[in-house]
């Protein structure tokens, strides 16, 4: 496939635990975005990378929230000590430089109880 | 207050029907705007991209931008079933690689 792709498509976590979620972007996209969506809500920006580098994380809503993407392709959003409220859909997206279009990926579904 | 604002319905219409989408914004440092779709358990697809004031049309997609209200509409003509999803307005403020600030969505559904 060519499109974004995300895993694990869900996941359910049990309050305390981290959990680390995987985004693949699209070929030759060297921007890569995660949003965290909640329920009946739009999407809102966490974190930007530029290739390997992450130029803007002020969307993070705690330290609690990692983000990283060494090698310039593959992505990983971790979370430490998972909360409740941290219970949302994370899209991940990817965009050519200086591109106008961000392609989302399907999302991981994150429930922590 | 949120940056964007958007009703987030539910509207629901009959198949065939005109359906106008609304956002209003507060920071007039945006530029650029868009459309996007979601259907239910997918990641949100581009529908429209617009940056002037005015109207910009696509098939039965009209987008319109009135950046002196700080508001922007899709309109959907002659409306079909497969439309029926949540439809969120975007902006940025730069064009290319930046963050995009959402409205809250609209679901929309369209009754055969």
């Known amino acids: 496939g060519a499109g974004v792709s995300q895993s694990p498509r869900y996941k359910v976590a049990k309050r305390g635990q981290d959990v680390a979620l995987r985004c693949d972007p699209i070929?030759?996209?060297?921007?890569l975005f995660w949003y965290q969506q909640a329920l009946g809500q739009g999407p809102e920006f966490l974190t930007y990378?530029?290739?390997?580098?992450?130029?803007?994380k002020s969307g993070l809503p705690s330290d609690r929230f990692f983000a990283e993407r060494p090698e310039g392709s593959v992505s990983t959003l971790k979370i430490q000590r998972t909360q409740q409220e941290d219970s949302a859909v994370y899209l991940c997206?990817?965009?050519?430089?200086?591109?106008?279009?961000?392609?989302f990926g399907p999302g991981t579904r994150l429930t922590v109880l | 207050q949120k940056e964007v604002e958007q009703d987030p319905g539910p509207l629901s219409v009959p198949e065939g029907a005109i359906v106008s989408l609304n956002c209003t914004y507060s920071?007039?440092?945006?530029?650029?705007f868009m459309w996007y779709r979601q259907y239910s358990r997918k990641g949100p697809e581009l529908l429209m991209y617009?940056?002037?004031?005015g109207n910009k049309e696509d098939g039965r997609f009209t987008a319109q931008v009135d950046k002196s209200s700080k508001y922007i509409s899709l309109f959907i003509r002659d409306s079909q079933p497969s439309d029926s999803a949540t439809y969120l307005c975007?902006?940025?403020?730069?064009?290319?690689?930046?963050?995009?600030?959402f409205g809250q969505g609209t679901r929309l559904t369209i009754n055969p």
């Open positions: 997206a990817s965009s050519l430089p200086g591109g106008n279009e961000q392609f």
């Open positions: 070929s030759g996209h060297v921007s």
């Open positions: 990378f530029q290739n390997e580098a992450q130029l803007d």
């Open positions: 920071n007039s440092a945006f530029q650029y």
């Open positions: 617009t940056y002037s004031s």
């Open positions: 975007a902006m940025v403020v730069i064009q290319g690689a930046q963050k995009l600030v």
